[in-house]
C-alpha cells in the first residue's frame, strides 16, 4: 500500500515493506514503482524495502517543466529521512539509476551499496542530448504513440514476441504518465552530470548489471567505465528490460548485491 510524504507542496508516492536492512528500489523513465512487484515480494523476506514514484511518474505529481536527477534524488531523502532510515542499499533501473547516481553523491553517507540496472554512469553526449530533443518533440506531437514506440524499443527484438503480453501492460502503465511528467524527465536525463568518477573513488559496493543486447545503452562504453575500479559487472543476455527479460538471472544478482 502507497504513502505519502510532502515534498515542496506535492505528494511523493512511496512503499514499505519488510524488515531488516533498507533496500531502496528506483525504477526508470516510462515506469512506476510497480515494476518491482515481484522484487519486493522476494526481497521484503529478509529486508525492508522502499519503493519510490519518481517525480512525474506513477502517483507523484509533477514541480516543474525539468526534473533534474538531483530533485529526484531530494525525494528520495524525503522520504528516507521520513522513515528515519539513514544506511541504505540503493539500486535503479535506467533513469533510476541516474538518480540512484546522483543520491549517492549527493548524500554519500547514506549508501551502503550502489547498483545500476542498465545504467550508465555518464552523462548523454551530443548526439545523445540531440535525440533526446527530437523525442521531447515527438512527445508533444503525440505522447501515447511515443510511449509505444518507445517501450517497444526497450526489448530485444527477438523477445517482443515472446514478452507481448507482459509489454501490453508495460505500456498500460506508461500510458498513465503525463505529458509533462515524460518532458520533464527526458530534459532532466539530457542535462545531467557525468559521475563516472563514483564508480572509481567510492568507498562503497557498487554493482553494474548490464544487458548483453541493451538496445538504448552501448555495452562495450558500459564495460569501459568499469574498467580498473572494483564495480561488481554482472552481464545479462538480453537487452535494456532486464527485470523482464531476465528476470530470475537479475534476481540472483540483487541476491548478492544486498550481501554487503
Known amino acids: 500500500m502507497q504513502q505519502f510524504v510532502t515534498y515542496k507542496n506535492i505528494e511523493i508516492a512511496y512503499t514499505v515493506s519488510g524488515e531488516g536492512n533498507t533496500l531502496v528500489l528506483l525504477h526508470g523513465f516510462l515506469e512506476t514503482s510497480t515494476m518491482w512487484h515481484a522484487y519486493v515480494n522476494e526481497f521484503s523476506k529478509t529486508h525492508k524495502v522502499i519503493t519510490i514514484d519518481l517525480l512525474g511518474h506513477g502517483n507523484t505529481d509533477c514541480i516543474g517543466y525539468i526534473h533534474t536527477m538531483e530533485e529526484m534524488a531530494a525525494t528520495v531523502f524525503a522520504v528516507l529521512t521520513a522513515l528515519r532510515l539513514r ?12 538518480v540512484a547516481l546522483a543520491f549517492a553523491e549527493m548524500y554519500p553517507d547514506y549508501v551502503k551499496a550502489l547498483c545500476l540496472i542498465n545504467a550508465t554512469a555518464r552523462a548523454d553526449s551530443e548526439q545523445r542530448k540531440i535525440n533526446r530533443d527530437r523525442a521531447i518533440k515527438a512527445v508533444k506531437y503525440n505522447h501515447k504513440q511515443f510511449i509505444r514506440i518507445a ?28 505529458l509533462q511528467g515524460i518532458v520533464a524527465a527526458l530534459e532532466g536525463m539530457k542535462i545531467r552530470e557525468d ?40 552481464i545479462l543476455p538480453d537487452g535494456h528490460m532486464s527485470h523482464i527479460e531476465n528476470k530470475e538471472e537479475l534476481l540472483y544478482a540483487l541476491h548478492l548485491f544486498v550481501r554487503a
Not at 155 to 175: D, G, Q, Y
Not at 196 to 212: A, N, T
Open 87 to 98: 544506511k541504505i542499499h540503493i539500486a535503479g533501473h535506467s533513469m533510476g539509476g541516474y
Open 151 to 178: 517501450i517497444t524499443n526497450l526489448f530485444r527484438p527477438k523477445n517482443r514476441k515472446i514478452f507481448a503480453e507482459t509489454i501490453k501492460m508495460v505500456k498500460k502503465e506508461a500510458l498513465t504518465i503525463s
Open 195 to 234: 559521475r563516472e568518477v563514483l564508480l572509481h573513488f567510492s568507498p562503497y559496493k557498487k554493482m553494474m548489471i548490464i544487458g548483453k543486447h541493451d538496445p538504448i545503452l552501448e555495452f562495450d562504453e558500459l564495460i569501459d567505465q568499469t574498467k580498473n575500479s572494483e564495480v561488481i559487472v554482472d
